[in-house]
């Protein structure tokens, strides 16, 4: 059974550009959440999403976006990058449906940006 | 607003020794806590947590943590530590109160473990 998994490993992008990160989900869970790990910091919640839709949203700007498809994997889209937006990007899915809200982490994608 | 403090940035122990590493919590109901670990160029795994449930919750790798209301804490403790316990370890509470729940992480305390 795969766990959370998450592409790509590594990227690197430069000032202004747009970049898209991937996640699949744990066999069986229909919600993704995502966190931005800055160096030495704890993760902090971007965004969630649930039956395709954001559920709920973290302290971060709009251009900071996302999607899931009906096979509940998820994008994460960031525009217009910025030198701080370096950090490791985690991934984490849970099965919402059976009211169990326990995350399962990916090993992350981390996007340095120059 | 819910949130967790983590009381020691760095704790170092020798092997075979106890760990102790500290959180406390804040919320305005009963919450859910977690403890996560993260190895270096790995992703968090999930040790323990507290659903209010037993307040002593037994996790992996021989950790468990005492949710304690009354001290708004929820330290973790392992009686013997092993050279693979080195890593950065997350106390996180869950905002419930939001349908399926963002997690909150603390600042992370990184344990290392001396021969």
């Known amino acids: 059974d795969a766990g959370v998994t998450q592409s790509p490993t590594h990227l690197i992008k430069t000032r202004g550009q747009q970049v898209t990160l991937r996640c699949s989900p744990k066999?069986?869970?229909?919600?993704v959440s995502w966190y931005q790990q800055a160096l030495g910091q704890g993760p902090q919640f971007i965004f969630q999403?649930?039956?395709?839709?954001?559920?709920q949203r973290g302290n971060f700007p709009d251009r900071f976006s996302g999607h899931q498809f009906p096979n509940y994997s998820s994008e994460l889209n960031v525009n217009a990058l910025l030198l701080g937006d370096s950090a490791l990007y985690l991934c984490?899915?849970?099965?919402?449906?059976?009211?169990?809200?326990?995350?399962?982490f990916g090993p992350g994608t981390r996007l340095t940006v120059t | 607003a819910q949130s967790v403090t983590q009381l020691d940035s760095h704790v170092s122990v020798s092997e075979g020794t106890p760990v102790l590493l500290r959180c406390n919590y804040s919320?305005?109901?009963?919450?859910?806590l977690f403890w996560y670990v993260q190895h270096p160029n790995k992703g968090l795994q999930l040790l323990l947590k507290?659903?209010?449930?037993?307040?002593l919750v037994k996790g992996i790798n021989g950790f468990e943590a005492e949710f304690k209301k009354s001290e708004t804490s929820f330290h973790l403790t392992k009686p013997s530590a092993h050279m693979s316990d080195a890593a950065e370890y997350f106390c996180?509470?869950?905002?419930?109160?939001?349908?399926?729940?963002?997690?909150?992480f603390g600042q992370g305390t990184e344990l290392s473990v001396k021969p």
């Open positions: 919320s305005s109901y009963s919450p859910s």
């Open positions: 984490a899915s849970s099965d919402n449906g059976r009211g169990s809200y326990e995350q399962y």
């Open positions: 507290y659903t209010s449930a037993a307040t």
């Open positions: 999403y649930y039956e395709e839709e954001e559920r």
């Open positions: 066999s069986g869970h229909d919600t």
């Open positions: 996180v509470v869950s905002d419930l109160d939001n349908q399926g729940g963002k997690l909150i």
